[in-house]
């Protein structure tokens, strides 16, 4: 990595394991100060979810962590729970006291759940399903919609007091314009996160900030089994299971100076 980008600061949420920790080891080795925001999730017993998934999720991010501190790089993690917008301002305090002003936002960061409008308790993958409620819809849109648009505001903000001029917003997405079925408000959280991300990407665009959305494949952060390959392998619309750093690949090409003219997409991967 060659020029300013090194000595950029990166704000990345959920990224205390799958992609977010391999976004952060991605960007920190680029030479950019990464800040990791975290929440241990402890989910209950789900025999259609492997074990070793719900162990990342209530994991807290030392890993991440030393694998950063061992190689070099720059990292300070915090936990926070993102659906009190309260902890927004917070996080930038102590990214700009720790590491600097920050210059690269990555909304990774997901209440999942799974819920649906059928009457039914499982998925076509054995995982447990819920009746879609007031209480499904708050506790997802509050992480991938409200949090990431707080996140959006609060970050230009402090980029146009400051008079910086190069930026970049990368949202992770997932589901589709046909809705997601048996996982509705999922993907009706990440469609909100992506119009938010497309109307940065129009306003801020004089400010020397690009945004993007990445929505990647079926990626194996531990929750893969067997019956999702086979699902992936009779899917004419996916290709292959992706590996965590195979999209912190992209993601980081997002956020180099090379990446400048791209912006306001959403970048499908396959």
């Keep these: 990595m060659t020029g300013d980008i090194a000595d950029r600061v990166a704000l990345i949420t959920g990224a205390n394991h799958g992609i977010g920790a391999a976004i952060a080891r991605r960007l920190a080795a680029d030479g950019i100060g990464v800040v990791i925001t975290y929440l241990r999730i402890r989910d ?39 659906s009190d917008a309260g902890v927004i301002p917070e996080l930038f305090d102590i990214a700009e006291t720790e590491l600097g002003p920050v210059d690269i936002l990555i909304n990774n960061a997901t209440g999942w759940l799974a819920d649906t409008f059928q009457p039914a308790t499982t998925d076509r993958l054995g995982r447990t399903m819920q009746p879609v ?14 949090a990431a648009a707080v996140l959006i505001a609060e970050f230009a903000r402090r980029h146009a007091a ?74 004419r619309e996916l290709f292959h299971v992706a590996t965590p750093d195979e999209v912190a ?10 990446a400048h003219l791209v912006t306001g997409n959403v970048l499908r991967l396959r």
Excluded at 50 to 59: E, K, N
């Design 44 to 82: 209950e017993v789900d025999a259609g979810i492997p074990q070793t998934y719900r162990d990342a999720r209530s994991g807290d991010a030392a890993t991440v962590v030393a694998a950063i501190e061992g190689a070099g790089g720059r990292v300070v993690a915090v936990e926070r729970d993102l």
């Design 133 to 146: 409620t007031a209480a499904t819809h708050d506790a997802q849109f509050a992480v991938d919609a409200r």
């Design 162 to 235: 400051r008079g910086a001029t190069w930026g970049r917003i990368v949202g992770l997405s997932s589901g589709g314009p046909m809705g997601f079925p048996e996982e509705v408000s999922y993907g009706a959280a990440k469609a909100a996160l992506e119009n938010y991300t497309m109307s940065a990407a129009l306003e801020l665009a004089d400010r020397g900030i690009t945004a993007n959305i990445v929505h990647p494949p079926v990626t194996d952060t531990g929750w893969v089994t067997d019956a999702v390959r086979d699902a992936v392998a009779g899917a």
């Design 249 to 258: 690949g992209v993601i980081g090409w997002l956020c180099s100076d090379e």
